[in-house]
Nanobody
């Protein structure tokens, strides 16, 4: 069992940057592939980016490619999402997740077993 807590969300203007963090407790994140998702009201949760346990392989959704960067620091038990050139359509609740099987996360064939509570990101125009 690993507990995940996101931080770093907030209200910013279009074009700004934010860095989200996801800190784990109760377990070592080096055991897990991890990812960032987001959700807006009335829509399904969307995978933005995923990263293998070592950080050696990353996966980005089209909506995140080129503007968002996922990274991890296993020594600090923390996952990051650097978001640049933010747009109003990036407004959402952002969640981190952990899974033993990263392919399950990136394929969409199953939900990761561990989730954070989410952090709100609001981008004004």
């Amino acid at each position: 069992q690993v507990n995940l807590v996101e931080s770093g969300g907030g209200l910013v203007q279009a074009g700004a940057s934010l860095r989200l963090s996801c800190t784990a407790s109760g377990g070592n994140i080096s055991s897990y592939g991890m990812g960032w998702f987001r959700q807006t009201p009335g829509k399904e949760r969307e995978l933005l980016a995923a990263i293998t346990w070592s950080g050696g392989t990353v996966h980005y959704a089209n909506s995140a490619e080129g503007r968002f960067t996922i990274s991890r620091d296993n020594a600090k038990n923390t996952l990051f999402l650097q978001m640049d050139s933010l747009k109003p359509e990036d407004t959402a609740v952002y969640y981190c997740a952990a899974d033993y099987n990263l392919n399950r996360m990136t394929s969409g064939l199953g939900a990761p077993p561990f989730w954070g509570q989410g952090t709100q990101v609001t981008v004004s125009s």
